[in-house]
RNA sequence: UGGGGUGUCGCCAAGUCGGUAAGGCAACGGGUUUUGGUCCCGUCAUUCGAGGGUUCGAAUCCUUCCACCCCAGCCA
């Protein structure tokens, strides 16, 4: 449970108001200027035509979080009118990932499929006021036509056809009169436009496939620039957020609007949209990955997916805490990994119970210790959080350490096990290595060792100073389990940057997974429910994998690791 | 001289009427600590893409230039 801030002081008492940014200081002027009679509605408008990822979980959060703090509403939309693309499959995960992220839609799901009857009148408007025309170029042509980003397109022969003619021919392209391809509905704007997009932009492509919700009702099927404008002010949204890449549409945005009589006028604004360094996020890159078993499926915890972030351990809470400090803003950025693992760690290190778990085994005997004696260590969940309470760890004459816990030959600042060096057991006692047993190879594969057992509890009365404290397990009570440790996807910050040439999948890390198939935990995981998190003391943060953890058989993702300072003592130790 | 955008610390990002550069991450010091974790404290842009100009005073105004991103789907 979060133990966070209190509530705010005075006038808010919005739980968690998000920064502010140049879109909210435009809501607050139209406010001011009672535009829209002081509602505010947004909506997140994915296309069912894949996964979320990372980025638009900043999207989610902008527009979501307005709504909530401007005691507005966001509609979940999807944007479904290219059926070739689209399943249910997708429809569901995203309603899955939205719910995930915490937010709620149940009265504000939205389809733009059901608006194909409103659409299909609205363009008859266009028709009827001259504004529209089918056109009978092929595809071929049409780009033809449309001419360069410097030199004007040509006007189609067809763009003069009468109102009459246009209205039968569209009727009969619903009516399924002619096959894919044979005509389309224009838009009629200008097409020596500068602005690529007015230059008689289609409507509506004749598309003979069933659709995920409308079936065969429909063989024609409206375009983005025609439909998502509509759908906004169908729904009464007052400020529709979209990415950058389309500033140039707004254009056409308020074109449609404005000409096909729609019921109200929203207002478009742009930012930029998510990079994140070491990770892709193009649903083209991202599907490469999945089809050519680059990573184990889109919810790979790997993937920058919302699916992969859950199964490797990402809480939402970090997700939307990540999405608060980015900021939003129309300059290209590429926001440094960095900051998500912050705010990961801020959130599980409030969150995750503490418990032991060894993944490099190494044997430890405690010479003096009986044979057959048990000591049971009550040791807290969380030091800082009492109210996680306890849980009961056995001790005992052979237990396991980490093998980086031990140096024959220690390097300066080592102050872990080493030859004749006394290290505090975790909450158990103080060791003495008193022996180093290699095997043939000249391996480390034993330590024999002393224990003091005036230092029960891990702590001495004479005040003896002991700078390590390791973490075990005891032997004969440990659970065996599978560990993955995952790191970075790629291996460069900007992996689409490709000045020195090669592709994104060079920059693939082959070491993005571990497989440690012989772990020992202490006793207390054996049963972790699947997707609980906890840290395992001084290596990270450790989630129970969905898919593959059972019962007696538990299997952990690593979801990051934890800081480490004595690794980064160690390099510069080697460096110089 | 196609059009539309953007340029403030290594990475994000505030900077509202011009008044003398917030904050976070990262990094680096130090303290506390039975996690080399957490926490705490400190350091970190004489400078705002570059050059001119206006002004007592400019990241903010004017001007010239430069760099980067987006647009020629019957994708969204």
Known sequence: MSTKSSESDTETNIEAASPTNFIREIIDEDLRQ????????????????????????????????????????????????????????????????????????????????NYFENLYSFAEVLIQKGLAYVDSLNAEEIRAFRGTLKEPGKESPDRNRSIEENLDLFRRMRAGEFKDGEYVLRAKIDMASPNMTM??????????????????????????????????????????????????????????????????????????RLNLSYTVLSKRRLIQLVEEKLVNGWDDPRMPTLQGLRRRGYTPEAIREFCDRIGVAKADSMVDAALLDFCLREDLNDRAPRVMAVLRPLKVVIENYPEDQVDEFEMPYHPEDESMGKRVVPFSKVLYIEQDDFREDPPKKFFRLAPGKEVRLRYAYYITCT???????????ELRCTYDPATKGGWSEDGRKVKGTLHWVSAAHAVKAEVRLYDKLFTKENPMDFDEGGDFKDFINPDSIEVLPECLLEPSLADTPPEAKVQFERLGYFCADTRDCKPGAPVFNRITTLRDTWARIERSQNKS
């Open 34 to 113: 009672g535009k829209n009679d002081g509602r505010v509605v947004t909506r997140f408008p994915p296309e069912p035509n894949g996964y979320l990822h990372i980025g638009h979980a900043k999207s989610i959060c902008l527009n979501f979080g307005i709504a909530r703090d401007y005691n507005g509403a966001c509609n979940l939309r999807f944007d479904d009118t290219n059926p070739t693309k689209e399943s249910t499959e997708y429809v569901q995960s995203i309603r899955d990932d939205v719910r995930w992220m915490g937010f709620e839609f149940e009265k504000r799901e939205f389809y733009a499929s």
């Open 199 to 272: 230059r008689d932009p289609t409507l509506y492509r004749i598309r003979h496939v069933e659709h995920h919700r409308t079936g065969d009702t429909w063989c024609i099927y409206p375009m983005y620039d025609f439909t998502h404008c509509l759908s906004d002010s169908l729904e009464g949204v007052t400020h529709s957020l979209c990415s950058l890449e389309f500033q140039d549409n707004r254009a056409l945005y308020d074109w449609v609007v404005a000409n096909a009589d729609a019921p109200c006028r929203p207002q478009q604004i742009e930012f930029a």
């Open 435 to 445: 022996d180093v047993i290699k095997n043939g190879a000249g391996e480390v594969v």
